[in-house]
DNA sequence: CTGAAAGCGCTTACAG
DNA sequence: CTGAAAGCGCTTACAG
């Protein structure tokens, strides 16, 4: 029998009366609070879905510890990177009953410690996600610190020490793909280098160094570029490369738009890709098979770092009643300070014997 | 001199108290609220300034009428596209004190009514903005006006009539890339279809479709191929095109991905492009200027059309004080229903005179 | 296993 | 132009 006709959304109220149990036994089945005899917790349950009760954000966290907001504060620039980032990060989430609210900066703002204060204030959120290039800023962790707010640094550099950390194992990575390249009969491989103040572009060339040095083979200095992660970088990367009286027969760039950079400048030039020059890169980016040839590349899983920081972030099963988790509230979050998960290298057409 | 130190954020009440006025004056200093005499304000916003005390936003959403929070929802295919709408949106929702929560759903998912139900319920957003292919998702729609959650279509088809909408004009778009490959002195000008869900790809056709007419040049079905906005499809349209009797000597595909295959496929079977064929396309996404040759193909102002539907949700200048905003709060939303945002042509190399 | 009271930090609706 | 009171819808800290 439907009683009269409501017009503004059920409260907690409208449930307990219904229910005929009290607000805070409604409040305990909603947040899978242990303590709550079977039968009761089914007859909330049942009200619940009735009345179509959704707790209130706002209320909930005005009154209680948790905002049920993740953060993920992102600078403009590597849009493919961030979407997959959110993307990750907002399906976790919605698993969990939290939401994912997105904050836009320049990384080079000069009041990006206020800019971040300010929003860390206004939201109160429960975890904030830093994407390269922030993962390393250091005014911005230090705000964070500062506000006990939690945070994951994904695929940070120097501010990783005692932080909690997603990445993948950079070094690694880049030592496969140069020993794909090695064990192709590649011997002159150039190596074109990210920009000086990401230790993402550090750690592959050291893990190129590392591969090279393994198998006995020199690096020409000469086959070491310069680049700052962009597209015109590969380009002069490539005129410096392929004009020199020894050009290189592979290059290794750094990122996928630096070997998009390449690939495109070896072709105007006249050269057959993977045939005269195998060039391999590193991201798997969209664009990276969406070029002729499909470009070698490596591939980290972006969704699944996301999803582990927003982990770490809300600690285990901190979720809503029939989202799936019922476990103690309030469990320890960051329990493990370091997570690296598992790269794939992509073989395509762009790398082939010399 | 600086009194007892403070271990918890400061609340109005502080303020209130150090300013020697009550709550309810600070509330309306920090709302831009009129009425207050200007020397009340300065010793308002003097202490505020002191304290750095920062509006909670649970507080003033549970007892006001605004969350400011504004959700964008997407799916999770076109990154670029949706990265650029959230860059758009969260710069200006950051100009004016509001925040972007980001929620990802499978466009085809059954139960896509009750989470955005859910959502909304959870988040009380001020608005949402629904990119496609949400934009012309009728359960979502529904849902929305069901409870009275302001929204805005960002480049709806079916579902535009009457709802407040920001698009370009596809039309007038695709006749300006089809005026320009008849100006270059094509007349077998192929074109490559969307999917039929999508009303864009209807509407770049009937560009093309007008252009040819006006031209008086004719359409040969033959050159006219299906196809669904992915990579794949323009490689199979190109190998249909370019197997035929009387291949085409431009191809205009409905969108960036689909060019970049015809691109890619005709040179592998040995076309020059643009030389032997020209080729342009839709979107000006990041590929478009990474290939060799760079791609023909037209721009659409998306971050510009997400401010707009910020705009539309947020009313006019409903910021924070010091946000820029001197205004009368609850100004009416969506005074404008329909906003059309200017695009650009972007002349690259894919295309030369026959 | 369950509940009554207090309070989170704001805005609303009023009164002056 | 300014303020005192009530209340938004939950959780916390207790008590039983």
């Not at 805070?24 to 009761?40: A, D, I, L």
């Not at 290039?133 to 962790?141: E, G, I």
């Not at 064990?183 to 000086?196: D, K, Q, T």
């Not at 969406?290 to 699944?304: F, K």
């Amino acid at each position: 029998m439907p009683s009269t006709p409501r017009t503004s959304a059920p409260t907690i109220v409208d449930v307990a009366e219904l229910a005929g149990v009290s607000m805070k036994t409604v409040s305990r089945v909603v947040n899978n609070e242990p303590g709550v005899r079977e039968s009761t917790r089914e007859q909330v349950l049942k009200v619940v879905a009735e009345l179509k009760y959704r707790p209130q954000l706002s209320a909930r966290s005005l009154a209680g510890a948790r905002s049920f907001l993740i953060g993920v504060l992102y600078y403009d620039f590597s849009a493919a990177f961030v979407a997959r980032v959110q993307e990750g990060a907002a399906r976790r989430c919605r698993e969990v009953g939290y939401h994912v609210v997105v904050e836009s900066h320049r990384n080079d703002a000069t009041d990006i410690a206020v800019q971040v204060e300010r929003m860390v204030a206004a939201l109160r959120p429960d975890g904030i996600i830093l994407t390269p290039p922030f993962s390393d800023n250091a005014k911005v962790v230090k705000v964070l610190e500062e506000t006990h707010t939690p945070f994951v640094l994904m695929s940070p550099g120097r501010m990783a020490k005692g932080r909690p950390v997603v990445r993948m194992d950079d070094v690694h990575a880049a030592e496969e793909v140069t020993n794909l390249l090695i064990s192709l009969g590649h011997e002159r491989i150039a190596f074109v280098l990210g920009p000086e103040d990401q230790v993402v572009g550090a750690q592959r060339y050291k893990g190129f160094a590392a591969a090279m040095k393994a198998h006995g083979l020199p690096i020409d200095p000469e086959l070491i570029c310069p680049g700052d992660f962009t597209y015109p970088a590969g380009v002069a990367a490539a005129h410096h490369l392929l004009s020199g009286r020894q050009p290189p027969t592979a290059v290794f760039a750094s990122n996928d738009d630096m070997a998009l950079g390449v690939l495109a400048t070896a072709q105007r030039l006249g050269l057959q890709v993977p045939g005269d020059l195998s060039v391999a890169g590193f991201d798997d980016s969209a664009a990276a098979s969406l070029v002729w040839p499909h470009l070698t590349t490596v591939r980290q899983p972006v969704e699944e770092m996301a999803r582990l920081a927003v982990d770490m972030l809300i600690g285990p099963q901190r979720g809503d009643a029939g989202a799936g988790g019922a476990a103690p509230a309030h469990a320890a979050p960051n329990q493990a300070l370091l997570r690296v998960v598992p790269h794939q290298l992509v073989v395509r057409d762009s790398t082939t014997a010399r």
